[in-house]
Structures are given as C-alpha cells and as structure tokens.
C-alpha cells in the first residue's frame, strides 16, 4: 500500500479562485481526517468522516470551506473563493493500517496552499 | 472537550543526553495518548501510543513516553538524544473508541552535536 497520497503538493493561486485538494486514503479505511497546518494555529483539525459520512465538520473555518468523501477511495477539500489567510498546509490522514482502529493515524505528506 | 498543552516551544539538548518533551492532557474519560514526529515538507509519523496497560510505552527510534494519570501527562522520553531526532514533535489526544483526534501546538526538538 502506498499511504496516504494527496495532491498537489504544492498550490500557489490568487486571491478569490477555488481551490480544490484531494486525497486517497489507504485502501480499506473509509474513515479520514483534513486538518490544517499553520505557524499561527499549529495543526488544526477540520473535519472526520467515518464511512464516508462526515461525522465533526465544526472546525471547518466558514462556509467558503467544504469537504466530499464520495467513496472509500477519495475525499476532497474545496475553498471558494480562496483567500489569503488559508494560506497553509493540509494534511489528509487516516486510522490504523487494518481495517480495526487502533488509534493511530497515518498522514500524507500535505498540500502547501499559497493564496496570494 | 479534549485538549492537548505542550508547555515548551522548543527544547535544545546535546547530543547523547537524556531528553524530555512534555505533554498534558485533557479529557473525559479514558485517553488514548499518541506521540508524533515531522520532518521538515513531511507528514506526521507516528512514533508511540499509549491505550491501556502498562504506564511506560516504547516506540519507534529509541522513544519511550510515561503515561501519568495523576498528573494527566504523557511525557516523551529518550535516553541518548541523536541529531537526527531533530524535529517538531506533537503530542495528541482521542477519547477511548472515539475518532477525534486533537493536537498539541508541537514542541521543536535541537539536538547540538
């Protein structure tokens, strides 16, 4: 299994363009995570699905924000329009590495968003 | 509410000294307790977790964390500090069989040689 795979890995647009990130999380978990990271806020999560359902999406900032898990094999995370304070990094992550959570989760490497 | 306090910014130690990253936590009922690491342009990995059982975890890379309920902490642990263990180390928190996992600030570890 190759992990957790986002893309891109690294986003530059301008201000008030949408932005869409995405991720494949390990074969056989449809349960996920997006959180994001700043120097300012630290690692901050935004949503959880759990069978593909979104379970906590309370820390999505506004409504400019949105998440899909249409399947157990993708999830995106949209922002329109884009602003510059989104500028960060946003990881996607998953439980375990069998199908039991264990507590544990595994990260991609992230999305670097530069919104100017 | 969980929540998760990692008191120093940064901690510098030289190498081949003991070193200590320090955790506190807060939440209802039983926690489970995880260690992670990044690498810089990295993910999080994860390094130790502590759900049940006995107090002292070992982990990966030589890592170990004691696992305090009277004082709610969970603190990293490492006999003989290297310089590649250089990096952003977070604490977090889950509640027992709950999903929502909730990150400390991250504390940033200098190994000097």
């Known amino acids: 299994d190759a992990g957790v795979i986002q893309s891109p890995r690294h986003e530059v647009t301008e201000m008030g363009q949408e932005v869409t990130l995405r991720c494949k999380p390990i074969s056989g978990h449809n349960s996920l995570f997006w959180y994001r990271q700043t120097m300012m806020r630290g690692l901050e999560l935004l949503i959880y699905?759990?069978?593909?359902?979104?379970?906590?999406d309370s820390g999505m900032p506004e409504d400019r924000f949105s998440a899909k898990m249409p399947n157990a094999s993708f999830s995106t995370l949209k922002i329109q329009p884009s602003e510059p304070r989104d500028s960060a990094v946003y990881f996607c992550?998953?439980?375990?590495?069998?199908?039991?959570?264990?507590?544990?989760?595994?990260f991609g490497e992230g999305s670097r968003l530069t919104v100017l | 509410a969980q929540s998760v306090a990692q008191p120093e910014d940064q901690v510098n130690v030289a190498e081949g000294n003991p070193l200590t990253v320090k955790c506190t936590y807060s939440v209802s009922g039983n926690p489970y307790l995880f260690w992670y690491v990044q690498y810089p342009n990295r993910g999080l990995q994860f390094l130790l977790k502590y759900i049940t059982g006995d107090n002292l975890v070992k982990g990966s890379y030589g890592f170990e964390a004691e696992f305090n309920k009277s004082q709610t902490s969970f603190h990293l642990k490492k006999p003989s500090a290297l310089v590649s263990d250089s990096a952003l180390y977070f604490c977090?928190?889950?509640?027992?069989?709950?999903?929502?996992?909730?990150f400390g600030a991250g504390t940033r570890l200098f190994v000097k040689a």
């Open positions: 992550a998953t439980p375990g590495t069998g199908t039991a959570n264990t507590g544990e989760l595994f």
């Open positions: 699905f759990n069978n593909n359902v979104p379970i906590d």
């Open positions: 977090a928190v889950s509640r027992t069989g709950g999903f929502k996992t909730i």
